[in-house]
């Protein structure tokens, strides 16, 4: 975990090292848990609808509201709304809400990105409305959240 932080801290990017690390992740977790720890482990993740999960985990960075959501789903809206919160124990919306805020957050931590492109890449409709959303989610403003931030927060985020 030491190596895997100080990469990251130091700008490691590569997503070739990153399919690496990943591959490692799932060679030890077959090595030192049994199929049915794992099953246990993994449940509350996959749950009694994994394709539902999975056409939900695989899309929702694409889909900006819950009707284009639905409509990905061949499900009216109500229904999907009501499988949603089956699924995942909780409001379709709330879930977005928290997903949109942990991506603005990584691309303002990561600081790769102008505040300007993250307002247009997340839908936003003005860079003041990107400093409102984050002193809503976040307390602080976009360039406070970047100057302050420690790559300690960065993994919090990813957990």
């Known amino acids: 975990m030491t190596l895997l932080r100080q990469c990251l801290q130091d ?3 590569c997503a070739h090292y990153h399919t690496l690390k990943e ?11 049994s199929k049915e720890e ?7 993740l996959l749950g009694k609808d ?3 999960k999975d056409m939900v ?8 509201h819950i009707n284009e959501f639905a409509e990905l789903a061949h499900m009216s809206t109500d229904t999907f709304k ?3 919160k089956d699924a995942f124990g909780e409001p379709v919306h709330k879930w977005m809400t ?6 603005i957050y ?22 003041a409305y990107l400093s409102t959303f984050c002193k809503r989610h976040f307390g602080d403003t976009p360039q406070n959240l970047r100057e302050s931030s420690s790559f300690d927060t960065v993994l919090n985020l990813r957990t």
Request: charged share 25%; hydrophobic share 45%.
């Open 11 to 13: 700008g490691v990017s």
């Open 23 to 33: 591959r490692e992740l799932f060679i030890l977790l077959r090595a030192y848990y």
């Open 38 to 44: 794992l099953a246990v482990f993994f449940f509350p």
């Open 50 to 52: 994994v394709d539902f």
């Open 57 to 64: 985990l695989m899309n929702y960075r694409s889909v900006r």
């Open 82 to 84: 009501r499988r949603f």
């Open 98 to 103: 928290q997903r949109k805020a942990e991506l």
């Open 106 to 127: 990584r691309d303002i931590v990561l600081g790769q990105k102008t505040f300007a492109e993250i307002s247009i890449e997340h839908d936003m409709s003005s860079q």
